[in-house]
């Protein structure tokens, strides 16, 4: 079975820049969250999303940062403008039925680099 | 606040040597701890988990014990080989749907 897929697997682009992170979850998985991984600040939940709808956001970091979820295997994570502390691995993790059913897994992420 | 703290940073073991890695939590509601493996340039892979109604779980070489008085859990590596090089990371689950994760460990099997 597919996993979690996310695209670009790779990202540079200038500071100012939109930035757009795409992730699919696996295929019947109700939840869905966004994860930033950097060195000072290890992995930390962004976002995430259940049936589609956000359900709590309080990690997203500033206004510049949103995420949508049109539909069930499809999700984006936008940084507009971008800047160069926002360099740092992004990750999409997706479960079925919540941590109190089923594990997340974790895709292979984006490596976002803003110069 | 939501904290977990991972020790050691880095372990450096022999190939057949046994790891472990600790890790405290600070919300005592925790009662789910997943124990994630991320090799270089993939995503975190879970390999064990444990929720708060078992004191042990064992798969082949892997387990993980939970002490909840304590809010501390462990991950015992057996008959290590390089293949299990890799980065450890802990984590407790802090509310809803919360995963709050440990700094890592950097596991290094010298064959």
């Known amino acids: 079975d597919a996993g979690v897929i996310q695209s670009p697997r790779h990202e540079v682009t200038e500071m100012g820049q939109e930035v757009t992170l795409r992730c699919k979850p696996i295929?019947?998985?109700?939840?869905l969250f966004w994860y930033r991984q950097t060195m000072m600040r290890g992995l930390e939940l962004l976002i995430y999303?259940?049936?589609?709808?956000?359900?709590?956001d309080s990690g997203m970091p500033e206004d510049r940062f949103s995420a949508k979820m049109p539909n069930a295997s499809f999700s984006t994570l936008k940084i507009q403008p971008s800047e160069p502390r926002d360099s740092a691995v992004y990750f999409c993790?997706?479960?079925?039925?919540?941590?109190?059913?089923?594990?997340?897994?974790f895709g292979d992420g984006t490596r976002l680099s803003i110069l | 606040g939501e904290n977990v703290e991972q020790h050691p940073s880095t372990l450096s073991v022999q190939e057949g040597d046994s790891a472990v890695i600790k890790c405290t939590y600070s919300?005592?509601?925790?009662?789910?701890f997943p124990w994630y493996k991320q090799e270089l340039g993939k995503g975190p892979q879970l390999i064990i988990d444990?929720?708060?109604?078992?004191g042990e779980k064992k798969d082949q070489r892997i387990a993980v014990t939970l002490n909840k008085t304590a809010k501390h859990f462990s991950l015992h590596i057996t008959e290590t080989q390089p293949e299990d090089s890799a980065v450890y990371f802990c984590?407790?689950?802090?509310?809803?749907?919360?995963?709050?994760f440990g700094t890592g460990t950097r596991l290094l099997v010298s064959p």
């Open positions: 993790a997706s479960s079925f039925g919540g941590l109190s059913n089923q594990p997340q897994h």
């Open positions: 295929s019947g998985h109700d939840y």
């Open positions: 999303f259940n049936n589609n709808v956000p359900i709590d």
């Open positions: 919300d005592s509601a925790s009662n789910y």
């Open positions: 444990i929720r708060s109604n078992v």
């Open positions: 984590a407790a689950k802090m509310g809803f749907q919360k995963l709050v």
